[in-house]
């Protein structure tokens, strides 16, 4: 058998991001994000020295970044293999904008979005380590090699092993006990979380947008703790599901995402956390473009799920909450996302290039209404989930579905009145 022991392998892992505007990139699902770091493991355990390269927040973001720290480490380790397990999208935008790009219209019309083929990195690595063993996913997720056929064969076999098994479930359902008696006890609230990502390509490019879900997350768990009986739609994340009894549904892109909140009609409220990607195509595209080869995305504008529920002829929500991230203008657009939108009240938080950045559990929020502006303070995004619940109850205190005497403070951050 081959002896991988005591050889320096440098993988490529994780995903590229490829930066359109403040709030959206491409990127490549066709395979996990950990493949990369399984296939290190594995590795590690023949006796492999690894060295990983993968996105890491605002050093790493893009493919190009990725291939700078290569090569910064090649030079330093004299690798003997590389491996390219990074998942990178064969396509890159033409120019980058610094703000959220407007090219809204009505759901179904079309949009176009210029793009260039991305950096050719089988060939840059081979430039980097010339008669040494490479091997890997080309830009179209094809494997390729080159060199010392015995350890590719290994290191193949044990990159294809890594890829079983590990598709995630379409539902789920926590097993945490029923609770009573909160201010939301009983209440059926649709919550949408996490990005979707709409696949563009053949070979798995998608467009989507930065969101980690963390702050969906909370405000179900938030909502449950009240009493809550909560739908949690989420696109996909490196997140666990929650437990506390929440009904956890997997979703893809913004057409399903519409569909299963649509499905859970009757509801309470619905809150719109999601980071929605405004454009997706009718079937993915067949296209292959050398490095820096221009070419014309034709899309369509997705499905508004906000206002899909904020307008429902028939099972509109009682309670409708939507999310507004932009990169400026913010509170002028959340005023018009509000009317535009149907919502009762619109989460208003200014985004940009910190996007990229990673791990915060803080938010700053201005929470949008037909009366006025309230400043929320700087909240742990469980803290933001306590304040929306208490905003949903004084909504449906005003319509009778709720009680004067179920809003007594419980210990949450607001009394509603």
């Known amino acids: 058998m081959t002896d991988l022991s005591g050889k320096t392998i440098i993988i490529t892992a994780g995903r590229p991001k490829e930066v359109l505007d403040g709030v959206r990139h491409y990127a490549n699902h066709s395979r996990p994000e950990d493949h990369g770091l399984r296939v290190a493991e594995e590795l590690t355990a023949q006796g492999a020295k690894v060295i990983i390269i993968s996105p890491n927040g605002r050093k790493i973001v893009t493919a ?96 294809e092993r890594a890829l079983v098994g590990k598709t995630p479930a379409e539902a789920t359902q926590g097993s945490g006990k029923i609770l009573l008696g909160g201010k939301l006890s009983g209440k059926k609230i649709i919550i949408t979380s996490g990005p979707t990502a709409e696949t563009l390509t053949e070979t798995g490019d998608v467009i989507t947008n930065f969101s980690s879900g963390k702050q969906g997350l909370a405000i179900a768990e938030s909502l449950r703790k009240m ?31 519409r569909d299963a909140c649509v499905k859970h009609l009757r509801a309470d409220a619905f809150i719109g956390v999601a980071a929605v990607a405004d454009f997706g195509v009718v079937s993915p595209l067949a296209i292959r473009l050398s490095e820096s080869e221009a070419f014309t995305l ?51 938080n200014e985004v940009g290039g910190a996007m990229i950045k990673r791990g915060s559990d803080r938010n700053k929020i201005q929470f949008v209404t037909r009366d006025g502006i309230e400043d929320w303070p700087e909240l742990g995004k469980d803290e933001v989930g306590e304040y929306i619940g208490e905003r949903i109850a004084r909504i449906l205190l005003r319509q009778g579905q709720i009680q004067p005497h179920q809003l007594r403070n419980e210990g949450g951050v607001n009394q509603v009145g």
Not at 64 to 81: G, L, Q, Y
Not at 85 to 100: C, D, G, N, Q, Y
Not at 236 to 253: E, F, R, S
């Open 64 to 159: 190009e970044d990725m291939m700078a720290a290569f090569k910064e480490e090649v030079e330093r380790s004299n690798p003997d293999i590389a491996l390219q397990l990074a998942s990178v999208s064969s396509i890159r935008p033409a120019s980058v904008s610094e703000h959220k790009l407007k090219v809204k219209s009505v759901a179904g019309a079309a949009v176009t979005l210029d793009v260039v083929g991305n950096i050719d990195v089988p060939a840059r690595m081979k430039a980097l380590l010339p008669g040494k063993p490479i091997a890997g996913y080309d830009n179209y997720q094809q494997w390729f090699s080159e060199g010392d056929a015995p350890a590719i064969a290994l290191i193949r076999e044990i990159a």
């Open 227 to 257: 009493g809550a009986d909560v739908i949690y739609v989420t696109g996909p994340t490196k997140l666990a599901d929650p437990d506390l009894g929440i009904v956890t549904l997997h979703v893809k892109n913004a057409v399903a995402m």
């Open 298 to 348: 034709q899309l369509q504008q997705n499905p508004d799920i906000l206002q899909t529920m904020g307008t429902h002829p028939t099972q509109r929500p009682t309670a409708v909450i939507g999310f507004a991230a932009e990169t400026k203008d913010l509170i002028l657009y959340a005023t018009g996302k509000l009317e535009k939108k149907g919502a009762d009240g619109i989460c208003a």
